[in-house]
């Protein structure tokens, strides 16, 4: 079935320091790979999403990387700030196009 | 263009009565999702339409629940005879043709006591 793994669970660095949170993901098929932050009591939104045609995307202190081969995709933000705190969600698309989530990570950054 | 509405925002029912979320999508978009979210705990696919059809139910269980998204009118998820594992957030998205990003809503918290 279609699945998406999500580590760690929990993630708590220093400000200033980079997170880099990892999923896998079970259907090769999958080409579309979104990631979204919730706020505490929030909805969800994008922050950056990269597809199967590119390797690596940047958008300032955010960056996804993905590896096709071996199924698994990475977020990476540097330089965090309090603000960055969150949980945040991969998701891969599914074979009718809706998303699978990964389970969250929640990401605290410490002043 | 206003976001994703649900309402209601929060909705408390009894054991055994019914409960119904209601998402209007965002204006243009024809393809609306729905997500379960217990605490502390991830995006559970439901349900995909797209107007007036079911496109994808795997992830709704068979009894009790159901979906529509009438022609006219906001999406409608329906649970009956609700429990107490039926507490959760319940977010519906939104998505235009051809576009792959979804656009949630603030979330249904339903309360069973």
């Known amino acids: 079935g279609e699945n998406v793994e999500q580590h760690p669970s929990t993630l708590s660095v220093q400000e200033g320091d980079s997170a880099v949170i990892k999923c896998t993901y079970s259907?090769?098929?999958?080409?579309?790979f979104p990631w979204y932050k919730q706020e505490l009591g929030k909805r969800p939104q994008l922050i950056i999403d990269i597809r199967s045609n590119v390797g690596e995307k940047k958008d300032q202190r955010i960056a996804v990387t993905l590896n096709k081969t071996a199924k698994h995709f990475s977020l990476h933000i540097t330089e965090t700030q309090p603000e960055d705190s969150a949980v945040y969600f991969c998701a891969a698309e599914g074979n009718t196009g809706k998303l699978i989530f990964g389970q969250g990570t929640t990401l605290q950054v410490k002043p | 263009n206003a976001g994703v509405m649900q309402n209601p925002r929060h909705l408390v029912r009894r054991r055994g009565q019914e409960a119904r979320l209601r998402c209007s999508p965002m204006?243009?978009?024809?393809?609306v999702y729905w997500y379960r979210q217990l605490p502390e705990e991830g995006l559970k696919f439901m349900v995909y339409?797209?107007?007036?059809?079911?496109?994808?139910e795997s992830g709704m269980p068979k009894e009790r629940f159901s979906a529509e998204f009438p022609k006219e009118g906001p999406s409608i998820l329906r649970i009956q005879q609700v429990v107490r594992g039926d507490s959760a957030a319940y977010f519906c998205a939104s998505s235009p043709d051809g576009v792959r990003e979804l656009f949630f809503g603030e979330g249904s918290r339903l309360t069973v006591l």
């Open positions: 204006k243009g978009h024809s393809h």
């Open positions: 259907d090769s098929a999958s080409n579309y």
């Open positions: 339409l797209q107007k007036e059809n079911i496109i994808d």
